[in-house]
């Protein structure tokens, strides 16, 4: 059962432009949404997280917006880099069972310069 | 570097063999949790510590998967009888235990291949 779903699986963009991933997800359940960045032969680090209190969160060229209701959170970074590109995961967790993320299937970015 | 650490970092083995896989935790973090990521995917949860009880188990961490965490420290996971389709990249995170805002911490992952 997927909880999560990510898209699109690939994406390239030009250096400095807008890169934007789309996750949503089934259970309401889900209390903290993070964005987690892979590069390969490393594992997943964290790169922006928000709770479901707020629409919007901000750091530096990374921003989630976050849409309760269609419960749909996506991530745009801004100004892209070819150091950006990696596999970006959106991930999904409820408190109440034990702090498990649940993952997206990834999507693969590749800036060219 | 005080992060995550986890050995080896590759493993090829033959289907039927044991394999063991250790995990070093950011110390003073209490949780612990293993993943297992297949190629092209995002990591699918099997099962979490907090300090030495594990507390959570996936049902994907069959009869032939074992982990422990003796004393709350480092981690190990075990697999019996390597079947072809546990090859995958098992990955390990750790985390301080907070509430609301627990940051999962992840190590480099030990790759498995079994031929």
């Known amino acids: 059962q997927q909880q999560v779903k990510q898209s699109p699986q690939s994406l390239i963009v030009q250096k400095g432009g807008i890169s934007i991933i789309n996750c949503a997800y089934e259970?309401?359940?889900?209390?903290?949404f993070p964005w987690y960045q892979q590069f390969p032969g490393k594992g997943p680090a964290l790169l922006i997280a928000?709770?479901?209190?707020?629409s919007e969160k901000k750091e530096g060229r990374f921003t989630i917006s976050f849409n309760k209701s269609a419960k749909q959170f996506s991530l745009h970074i801004m100004d892209s880099q070819p150091g950006d590109s990696a596999t970006y995961f959106c991930?999904?967790?409820?408190?109440?069972?034990?702090?498990?993320?649940?993952f997206g299937e990834g999507t693969q970015l590749t800036v060219n310069p | 570097d005080t992060g995550v650490s986890q050995n080896p970092r590759h493993k090829i083995t033959k289907r039927g063999q044991n394999v063991t896989f250790r995990c070093d935790p950011i110390?003073?973090?209490?949780?612990l949790y293993w993943y297992r990521q297949t190629l092209g995917q995002g990591p699918e949860f099997l099962t979490y510590?907090?300090?030495?009880?594990?507390?959570?188990k996936s049902r994907l961490l069959s009869d032939r998967f074992s982990a422990e965490r003796p004393k709350g420290s480092f981690s190990t996971l075990e697999i019996q009888r390597t079947e072809q389709g546990d090859s995958a990249m098992y990955l390990c995170?750790?985390?301080?235990?907070?509430?609301?805002?627990?940051?999962?911490?992840f190590g480099p992952g030990t790759r498995l291949t079994v031929l």
């Open positions: 995170a750790s985390s301080r235990g907070q509430i609301n805002t627990d940051t999962q911490y």
């Open positions: 259970n309401t359940a889900f209390d903290y």
């Open positions: 928000i709770r479901p209190d707020v």
């Open positions: 991930a999904a967790r409820q408190e109440t069972s034990g702090s498990r993320l649940t």
């Open positions: 110390s003073e973090h209490n949780r």
């Open positions: 510590f907090q300090n030495e009880a594990q507390l959570e």
